[in-house]
Protein backbone atom coordinates (compact mmCIF):
# COMPACT_ATOMS: atom_id res chain seq x y z
CA UNK A 1 0.00 0.00 0.00
CA UNK A 2 3.25 2.34 0.13
CA UNK A 3 2.80 3.84 -3.35
CA UNK A 4 -1.45 4.32 -2.62
CA UNK A 5 -2.92 7.90 -1.82
CA UNK A 6 -5.15 8.49 0.68
CA UNK A 7 -9.09 8.61 0.22
CA UNK A 8 -9.75 11.71 1.83
CA UNK A 9 -13.03 12.42 3.98
CA UNK A 10 -14.01 15.92 5.18
CA UNK A 11 -16.86 15.74 7.45
CA UNK A 12 -18.46 19.36 7.78
CA UNK A 13 -19.61 20.55 11.18
CA UNK A 14 -22.23 23.79 12.21
CA UNK A 15 -21.05 26.56 9.14
CA UNK A 16 -19.39 24.31 6.52
CA UNK A 17 -21.81 22.82 4.28
CA UNK A 18 -20.21 22.24 0.94
CA UNK A 19 -16.47 21.71 -0.30
CA UNK A 20 -15.33 24.20 -3.60
CA UNK A 21 -13.30 23.71 -6.37
CA UNK A 22 -13.91 19.63 -6.70
CA UNK A 23 -12.97 18.25 -10.30
CA UNK A 24 -16.30 16.38 -11.66
CA UNK A 25 -18.34 16.68 -8.21
CA UNK A 26 -21.60 14.35 -7.64
CA UNK A 27 -23.83 14.01 -5.48
CA UNK A 28 -24.26 10.33 -4.39
CA UNK A 29 -26.99 8.86 -2.51
CA UNK A 30 -25.48 6.06 0.05
CA UNK A 31 -27.39 3.56 1.07
CA UNK A 32 -26.55 1.73 4.45
CA UNK A 33 -28.06 -0.89 6.91
CA UNK A 34 -27.60 1.12 9.99
CA UNK A 35 -30.17 3.72 8.60
CA UNK A 36 -29.99 6.67 6.56
CA UNK A 37 -26.86 9.18 6.57
CA UNK A 38 -27.13 12.86 7.15
CA UNK A 39 -27.38 13.78 3.70
CA UNK A 40 -25.87 12.72 0.19
CA UNK A 41 -22.61 12.37 0.02
CA UNK A 42 -20.03 14.71 -2.21
CA UNK A 43 -17.60 12.83 -4.25
CA UNK A 44 -14.72 14.23 -6.72
CA UNK A 45 -11.04 14.91 -6.56
CA UNK A 46 -8.52 18.09 -5.76
CA UNK A 47 -5.40 18.01 -6.68
CA UNK A 48 -5.38 14.38 -8.10
CA UNK A 49 -7.20 13.13 -4.76
CA UNK A 50 -10.06 11.62 -3.98
CA UNK A 51 -12.28 13.00 -1.86
CA UNK A 52 -15.50 12.69 -0.22
CA UNK A 53 -17.64 14.96 1.38
CA UNK A 54 -20.36 15.16 4.04
CA UNK A 55 -22.35 17.70 5.75
CA UNK A 56 -23.08 16.48 9.47
CA UNK A 57 -26.05 18.39 10.37
CA UNK A 58 -27.57 17.88 6.38
CA UNK A 59 -27.22 20.91 3.93
CA UNK A 60 -29.57 22.56 5.80
CA UNK A 61 -28.70 22.21 9.43
CA UNK A 62 -31.90 20.05 10.39
CA UNK A 63 -30.38 17.51 12.55
CA UNK A 64 -29.33 18.16 16.09
CA UNK A 65 -26.23 16.44 17.27
CA UNK A 66 -27.82 13.24 19.18
CA UNK A 67 -30.01 13.05 15.95
CA UNK A 68 -27.22 12.45 13.49
CA UNK A 69 -26.95 8.96 12.43
CA UNK A 70 -23.29 8.60 13.07
CA UNK A 71 -22.97 4.76 12.72
CA UNK A 72 -24.65 5.57 9.08
CA UNK A 73 -22.22 8.14 7.94
CA UNK A 74 -19.14 5.95 8.98
CA UNK A 75 -20.29 3.13 7.25
CA UNK A 76 -21.11 5.54 3.57
CA UNK A 77 -18.27 6.99 3.99
CA UNK A 78 -16.24 3.07 4.26
CA UNK A 79 -18.50 2.22 1.45
CA UNK A 80 -17.03 4.49 -1.29
CA UNK A 81 -13.73 3.56 -0.06
CA UNK A 82 -12.46 6.81 2.43
CA UNK A 83 -9.62 5.59 4.12
CA UNK A 84 -9.20 8.72 6.09
CA UNK A 85 -11.34 11.51 8.05
CA UNK A 86 -10.93 14.96 8.62
CA UNK A 87 -13.63 16.45 10.89
CA UNK A 88 -14.80 19.78 11.50
CA UNK A 89 -16.30 20.69 14.00
CA UNK A 90 -17.70 24.17 15.81
CA UNK A 91 -16.86 23.76 19.72
CA UNK A 92 -16.77 26.03 22.90
CA UNK A 93 -13.28 27.38 24.67
CA UNK A 94 -12.64 26.15 27.91
CA UNK A 95 -9.45 28.00 28.17
CA UNK A 96 -8.44 31.90 28.30
CA UNK A 97 -5.99 31.46 25.63
CA UNK A 98 -8.05 29.23 23.01
CA UNK A 99 -10.02 31.94 21.38
CA UNK A 100 -12.88 32.22 19.15
CA UNK A 101 -12.09 32.43 15.81
CA UNK A 102 -9.14 30.29 16.30
CA UNK A 103 -8.42 26.13 15.86
CA UNK A 104 -7.30 23.52 17.91
CA UNK A 105 -6.15 20.13 16.86
CA UNK A 106 -7.84 17.79 19.28
CA UNK A 107 -5.70 14.60 20.08
CA UNK A 108 -8.04 13.63 23.01
CA UNK A 109 -11.50 13.02 24.01
CA UNK A 110 -13.89 12.51 26.89
CA UNK A 111 -17.16 11.41 26.10
CA UNK A 112 -20.85 12.43 27.89
CA UNK A 113 -22.76 11.89 25.49
CA UNK A 114 -25.54 8.74 26.39
CA UNK A 115 -28.28 8.60 23.94
CA UNK A 116 -26.32 7.35 21.17
CA UNK A 117 -25.29 4.19 19.56
CA UNK A 118 -21.52 4.15 19.53
CA UNK A 119 -20.65 0.93 18.07
CA UNK A 120 -21.05 -0.94 15.22
CA UNK A 121 -20.54 -4.16 17.56
CA UNK A 122 -23.79 -4.29 19.44
CA UNK A 123 -25.61 -7.57 17.62
CA UNK A 124 -23.76 -11.13 18.48
CA UNK A 125 -20.60 -9.89 16.76
CA UNK A 126 -18.21 -8.20 19.64
CA UNK A 127 -15.24 -6.27 19.59
CA UNK A 128 -13.48 -4.21 21.80
CA UNK A 129 -10.94 -1.30 19.78
CA UNK A 130 -8.50 0.86 21.11
CA UNK A 131 -9.22 4.29 21.87
CA UNK A 132 -5.82 5.48 23.67
CA UNK A 133 -4.65 7.20 21.21
CA UNK A 134 -7.83 8.45 18.98
CA UNK A 135 -6.60 10.59 16.17
CA UNK A 136 -4.44 10.14 13.29
CA UNK A 137 -0.81 12.22 14.29
CA UNK A 138 -0.17 11.79 10.27
CA UNK A 139 -3.47 13.54 9.30
CA UNK A 140 -2.39 16.42 12.52
CA UNK A 141 0.65 17.33 10.65
CA UNK A 142 -0.59 17.49 7.51
CA UNK A 143 -2.87 19.92 9.02
CA UNK A 144 -0.57 21.87 10.92
CA UNK A 145 2.12 22.29 7.68
CA UNK A 146 -1.43 23.52 5.84
CA UNK A 147 -1.90 26.54 7.55
CA UNK A 148 -3.03 29.87 6.40
CA UNK A 149 -1.18 32.69 7.13
CA UNK A 150 -2.50 34.78 10.54
CA UNK A 151 -4.68 31.85 11.34
CA UNK A 152 -4.19 30.30 15.01
CA UNK A 153 -4.15 26.96 15.67
CA UNK A 154 -3.37 24.82 18.63
CA UNK A 155 -1.48 22.00 17.91
CA UNK A 156 -3.09 19.53 20.76
CA UNK A 157 -6.13 19.90 23.00
CA UNK A 158 -8.54 17.45 24.95
CA UNK A 159 -12.36 17.71 23.30
CA UNK A 160 -14.86 17.19 25.72
CA UNK A 161 -18.40 15.85 24.15
CA UNK A 162 -21.61 16.85 25.74
CA UNK A 163 -24.81 14.99 24.89
CA UNK A 164 -26.70 18.82 23.79
CA UNK A 165 -28.45 20.43 22.24
CA UNK A 166 -28.30 22.62 25.08
CA UNK A 167 -25.30 24.28 26.05
CA UNK A 168 -23.28 23.76 29.49
CA UNK A 169 -24.77 24.94 32.72
CA UNK A 170 -21.92 27.00 34.86
CA UNK A 171 -21.44 24.38 37.01
CA UNK A 172 -20.90 22.01 34.24
CA UNK A 173 -18.67 24.22 32.59
CA UNK A 174 -16.44 24.95 35.43
CA UNK A 175 -16.68 21.04 36.35
CA UNK A 176 -15.37 20.38 32.34
CA UNK A 177 -12.30 23.31 33.08
CA UNK A 178 -11.29 21.95 36.13
CA UNK A 179 -10.76 18.52 34.57
CA UNK A 180 -8.19 20.50 31.95
CA UNK A 181 -10.10 19.84 29.23
CA UNK A 182 -9.82 22.16 26.16
CA UNK A 183 -12.70 22.64 23.72
CA UNK A 184 -16.18 21.65 24.38
CA UNK A 185 -18.83 20.37 21.38
CA UNK A 186 -21.66 17.63 21.03
CA UNK A 187 -20.80 15.70 17.41
CA UNK A 188 -16.92 14.17 17.96
CA UNK A 189 -18.10 11.25 19.85
CA UNK A 190 -19.32 8.75 19.34
CA UNK A 191 -18.12 9.76 15.31
CA UNK A 192 -14.22 9.03 16.42
CA UNK A 193 -15.26 5.99 18.03
CA UNK A 194 -17.26 4.78 14.96
CA UNK A 195 -14.29 5.45 12.62
CA UNK A 196 -12.21 3.76 14.77
CA UNK A 197 -14.27 0.36 14.37
CA UNK A 198 -13.92 0.98 10.65
CA UNK A 199 -10.50 1.12 10.58
CA UNK A 200 -10.65 4.70 9.09
CA UNK A 201 -7.92 6.90 10.16
CA UNK A 202 -9.35 10.29 12.16
CA UNK A 203 -8.35 14.02 13.09
CA UNK A 204 -10.55 16.62 14.57
CA UNK A 205 -9.99 20.65 13.23
CA UNK A 206 -11.88 22.00 16.50
CA UNK A 207 -13.42 25.55 15.38
CA UNK A 208 -13.75 27.75 18.41
CA UNK A 209 -16.63 29.93 18.44
CA UNK A 210 -17.48 31.19 21.68
CA UNK A 211 -15.95 30.47 25.09
CA UNK A 212 -19.02 28.86 26.58
CA UNK A 213 -20.78 29.93 30.01
CA UNK A 214 -17.44 30.10 32.46
CA UNK A 215 -16.08 33.41 30.68
CA UNK A 216 -17.52 36.55 32.21
CA UNK A 217 -17.96 37.63 28.67
CA UNK A 218 -19.53 34.83 27.64
CA UNK A 219 -22.50 34.25 30.41
CA UNK A 220 -25.17 33.48 28.17
CA UNK A 221 -24.01 31.98 24.77
CA UNK A 222 -26.37 32.63 21.66
CA UNK A 223 -26.91 31.43 18.63
CA UNK A 224 -26.58 34.97 16.93
CA UNK A 225 -23.05 35.51 18.44
CA UNK A 226 -22.36 31.74 17.55
CA UNK A 227 -23.02 32.45 13.67
CA UNK A 228 -20.98 35.51 13.47
CA UNK A 229 -17.53 33.76 14.27
CA UNK A 230 -18.92 30.74 12.22
CA UNK A 231 -18.92 32.33 9.02
CA UNK A 232 -15.13 33.50 9.64
CA UNK A 233 -14.44 30.40 10.28
CA UNK A 234 -15.86 28.70 7.95
CA UNK A 235 -13.99 30.65 5.57
CA UNK A 236 -10.63 29.82 6.83
CA UNK A 237 -11.83 26.24 7.03
CA UNK A 238 -11.95 25.93 2.97
CA UNK A 239 -8.92 27.64 2.98
CA UNK A 240 -7.22 25.34 4.79
CA UNK A 241 -8.61 22.39 3.14
CA UNK A 242 -7.49 23.54 -0.32
CA UNK A 243 -4.10 23.40 1.41
CA UNK A 244 -4.31 20.38 2.70
CA UNK A 245 -4.50 18.38 -0.45
CA UNK A 246 -1.80 19.82 -1.85
CA UNK A 247 0.28 18.95 1.23
CA UNK A 248 -1.12 14.89 0.53
CA UNK A 249 -0.59 15.28 -3.41
CA UNK A 250 2.78 15.43 -2.85
CA UNK A 251 3.35 12.93 0.32
CA UNK A 252 4.25 9.23 0.40
CA UNK A 253 1.82 7.90 2.50
CA UNK A 254 2.41 6.16 5.47
CA UNK A 255 -0.04 3.32 6.17
CA UNK A 256 1.44 1.89 9.66
CA UNK A 257 -1.09 3.82 11.81
CA UNK A 258 -2.53 1.73 14.25
CA UNK A 259 -5.60 2.82 12.89
CA UNK A 260 -6.08 1.01 9.81
CA UNK A 261 -6.17 -2.22 11.62
CA UNK A 262 -7.42 -1.70 14.66
CA UNK A 263 -9.87 -4.54 14.30
CA UNK A 264 -6.72 -6.79 13.64
CA UNK A 265 -7.41 -8.75 17.55
CA UNK A 266 -10.20 -7.16 18.20
CA UNK A 267 -12.88 -9.09 17.62
CA UNK A 268 -13.74 -11.84 20.32
CA UNK A 269 -16.62 -13.66 19.12
CA UNK A 270 -15.71 -16.94 17.48
CA UNK A 271 -16.68 -17.47 14.22
CA UNK A 272 -18.61 -20.26 14.35
CA UNK A 273 -20.77 -18.00 17.07
CA UNK A 274 -21.42 -15.26 13.86
CA UNK A 275 -24.66 -14.88 12.18
CA UNK A 276 -23.99 -14.71 8.87
CA UNK A 277 -26.89 -11.80 8.64
CA UNK A 278 -24.85 -9.79 11.23
CA UNK A 279 -21.39 -10.63 8.81
CA UNK A 280 -23.23 -9.28 6.05
CA UNK A 281 -24.27 -5.95 7.70
CA UNK A 282 -20.67 -5.28 9.15
CA UNK A 283 -19.05 -5.87 5.54
CA UNK A 284 -18.03 -2.20 4.42
CA UNK A 285 -16.80 -1.97 8.33
CA UNK A 286 -15.13 -5.04 9.46
CA UNK A 287 -14.89 -7.69 5.96
CA UNK A 288 -11.19 -7.50 6.04
CA UNK A 289 -10.93 -8.87 9.52
CA UNK A 290 -14.64 -11.22 9.09
Not at 19 to 35: D, Q, V
Not at 214 to 223: A, G, S, Y
Not at 260 to 289: F, M, W
Request: with cysteine; charged share 20%.
Amino acid sequence: MEQKKPFLGIIGGSGLYDIEGLKNPKWNKIASAFGSPSNNILTGKINNIDIAFLPRHGKNHTLMPTNINYRANIDCLKKIGVTDIISFSAVGSLKENIKPGQFLLVDQFIDRTFSRNKTFFDEEIVAHVSMAKPVSTQLVNIIISSNINGLQIHKKGTYLAMEGPHFSTLAESELYRSWNCDVIGMTNMPEAKLAREAEIAYATVAMVTDYDCWHPDHEDVTVKQIINVLSKNSNNAKFLIKNIFKKIENKTWDWTDPAYSALENSIITPPEARNASTVKKLQAIAGRVL
